[in-house]
DNA sequence: GGTCAACAGTTGACAATGTCAAGCATCGTC
DNA sequence: GACGATGCTTGACATTGTCAACTGTTGACC
């Protein structure tokens, strides 16, 4: 009884530490102006990505891929690019759109609690912790 | 290199299992027709407990609890008491409202996935390294 | 070859969860 | 007694999404 509040009482605090590291992210891509969806979108896109791939990723409705490819296009940082199956739209980075990202990566990963708070061995037990909750 | 970027997907991760216990949560509470904030407020009302307070333990905004408390007080789950300091009110749970604290009590913690997926001494695990990431 | 269900993307409307600034009443202090 | 700080409220707004309906394209089956 005592241990399902403690256990209920963790799980806030996980997702504390899970709004922290939201926190972080967000300040980290404060210079750059971009969204938090666009930051994260951006981050994946290591070659031209169809935009329903992205929304799998990202695990959203495809409509708010298409908000977020609106206002990365409109920064000029992507292109859309239609796919041999013409129904698919790829995001291509443009020049500019790979030097943000970069900066993007630089920016966040300079800012990581988990990296910075975590040895290796505790990032070990958290990943194996966070697979457990996940379900596998 | 490797490195910062298995730190940042671990942080992915754990925001991933963090949003999975918040869905939990408000399936638990479905049945309620309770807003999300408005269940977690409640299940802190043990006691007649002022604005304020309430707003220092959800980490948000006053404002917002004037709002939660309008739904609660119209769903005639609390009155507002003034407090011996007349500018502070605090919020005092119904009979009704006892009730709906327990059942939201029942159904939050049977869903729990933390008890559910994870061993005592993997809780134990898991509260120290959350401890770490909020920085002590 | 024509039909039709399924799929990708877009658009508009809307919902949830907040924040911020301004204002009011009250309090404690000088 | 005046005044700055505190608690609550209200209105406006931001962010991060979802859902339903529509368009255009595809692949599969008759």
Redo the contacts with the bound molecule.
Sequence with gaps: MDEVNASRELGVRLVQAAERLKADF?EAILPFEL????A?ALLLMDEPV??????DR??????????I??ELEGRGFIQ?VP????????LKLTRSGIRMRESVFAAVTANNRVQLHLSRAEREQLDHLVALLLGD
């Design positions: 967000a969204s938090v969806p666009a994260r169809p935009m329903r791939v992205l929304s990202l695990t959203c409705d495809q409509s708010y891929i298409t908000r490819a609106d859309r796919g041999a199956d013409r129904r698919v739209q790829l």
